[in-house]
């Protein structure tokens, strides 16, 4: 028999955005229950180590000026005005008072820094990262008297008339139902759905692109949201990295896996080079470049002398922040040949071009051509094929030459559910669904383009809907 229950607001996903939006209602005298299918809260959300803000007291402590009005003007020429600019407007103005809000839930931050060359200092690095966020947001929210239930998925949202009035959930086989006066769908994405990737993205999961930091996402508050008239929106939009081999004998922060994103010799399959490397400081270019090539995989080539400039140098391009610019990657050698001694097929050495090529599984012809033109233009300074920065020309002459296999992985989808700037999800006719709304980093998508910048950490003002009267 169903069992029946009553609150204000159900929030689905306990990720930032989701436990964020609950604290928020409930600081608005609202009771709010937060339903997380999985058995710990948080999800991908435990791994972002930052979020961007313009015009914070952070950014003004450090005589910081890019404005609010610069950061749009960037966003929507960066998605060829795609993006929903309403959208765009009001995370922009809203991104201050966030990392305010964040700060008085017991969430530190350790500065404002940049995610690639050039960039303004907009990216908020979290002490912590994003698992001490989550349990900032969590204690909030338990102190202001929000219920956790983890281990609960939400199976359906109903409705009667035009308007939500509940959610119907399962924990061990138990149905119930909890009615409620308005829905925050925070789920995520659709990562782990092997048939939605196929279908909206062309991929094929763990062939061609690899899921990384997601558990059981297969795209369920979309799903119920469609379900209840809501439109589609930015289906097909996959946040994609290159990085280098994965497996439990690479780990994400490991030094093969520091070198393997340096901007120096990148070949596909074939054995040829394929784009200008020095993208790589770029992680959406990159993770677009290596998707074109359906095998799931280019490499990153190096040699000897390489390495120990790496080694007494330091690296070029970092590996999140624990890896910045400057890291020397000491423990190579050690990996590396680690590695090799386990007889891994994501690494490879040998003392001659034509030898690594066959290592590789790559015609050592094409190999040898390829190494030979980019060494040509490593000597003359100038890459007449791809016009890269003659700073990260660097010839490959022996005496020991590396290749490290790299993968086209994915951190999340991006899009499904059609929102405007007050969350409200919207249907088929543009029309808000009285009683639902939608946030995080799933719903950024807004038209197709994903808003750039790292993991997204909005909270939503009250909602006047769902205020205690």
Same mark, same amino acid.
């Given at each position: 028999m169903e069992r029946i229950e009553e609150t204000d607001i159900v929030v689905i996903g306990s990720g930032a955005a989701g436990l964020a939006a609950a604290l928020t209602a409930a600081e608005g005298g609202t009771s709010a229950i937060v339903l997380e299918k999985q058995r710990s809260l948080g999800g991908s959300s435990n791994f972002f180590e930052g979020t961007f803000a313009v015009e914070s007291d952070l950014q003004r402590k450090e005589y910081l000026t890019y404005s609010r009005d610069e950061a749009f003007r960037a966003f929507m020429e960066y998605s060829h005005w795609r993006a929903d600019p309403r959208i765009v407007r009001a995370f922009v103005d809203e991104s201050a008072a966030t990392i305010t809000w964040l700060q008085q839930h017991g969430v530190e931050f350790v500065n404002v820094s940049v995610l690639m060359p050039c960039a303004p200092r907009t990216y908020h690095t979290v002490k912590g990262a994003g698992e001490a966020l989550v349990k900032s947001l969590a204690s909030a929210a338990? /102190?202001? /008297?929000?219920?956790?239930?983890? /281990?609960?998925a939400a199976t359906k949202v109903v409705t009667e008339g035009d308007r939500i009035t509940a959610v119907v959930v399962e924990r061990d086989g138990e149905p119930t139902?909890? @009615?409620c006066r308005a829905v925050f769908i925070a789920t995520g994405g659709y990562t782990n759905n092997?048939?939605? *990737?196929k279908k909206y993205a062309g991929f094929d999961l763990d062939a061609n692109i690899v899921p990384v930091g997601n558990v059981d996402k297969m795209g369920d508050g979309i799903r119920m949201a469609w379900e209840v008239g809501a439109a589609e929106e930015g289906m097909g939009v996959v946040e994609m990295y290159r990085i280098g081999p *994965?497996? #439990?004998?690479? #780990?994400?922060k490991s030094h093969l896996q520091v070198a393997a994103v340096q901007p120096d010799l990148w070949v596909d399959y074939r054995g040829e080079r394929f784009c200008d490397e020095a993208i790589s400081f770029y992680d959406t270019s990159a993770g677009n470049v290596n998707a074109r090539h359906r095998q799931g995989y280019t490499?990153?080539?190096? @040699?000897?002398? *390489?390495k120990q400039e790496m080694i007494e140098r330091g690296v070029d391009r970092n590996l999140a922040q624990d890896n910045p610019p400057g890291t020397r990657p000491l423990n190579f050698d050690k990996e590396m040949n680690a590695a090799l001694q386990a007889g891994s097929t994501e690494v490879f050495a040998a003392d001659s071009v034509k030898e690594l090529a066959e290592r590789m599984g790559v015609e050592p012809a094409v190999l040898v051509a390829t190494v030979a033109e980019y060494n040509g233009f490593c000597e003359k300074g100038h890459d007449d094929l791809f016009a890269k920065d003659r700073r990260y020309l660097r010839s490959l002459k022996g005496p020991r030459f590396y290749?490290?296999?790299c993968r086209t992985i994915s951190l999340g989808t991006l !899009? !499904?559910?059609r *929102? @405007?700037?007050?969350?409200?999800?919207? @249907?088929?006719?543009g029309e808000a669904i009285s009683g639902l709304y939608a946030g995080g980093w799933m719903p950024a998508a807004c038209g197709g383009t994903a808003i750039p910048s790292e993991r997204v950490t909005a909270h939503p003002r009250p909602l006047p809907s769902i205020q205690a009267e």
């Open positions: 338990k /102190g202001k /008297g929000v219920e956790l239930r983890l /281990g609960t139902r909890i @009615n092997r048939m939605w *990737i *994965i497996g #439990p004998e690479f #780990p994400m490499f990153t080539l190096l @040699n000897e002398s *390489i290749a490290i296999k !899009g !499904g559910i *929102i @405007n700037h007050r969350m409200e999800v919207l @249907n088929k006719k």
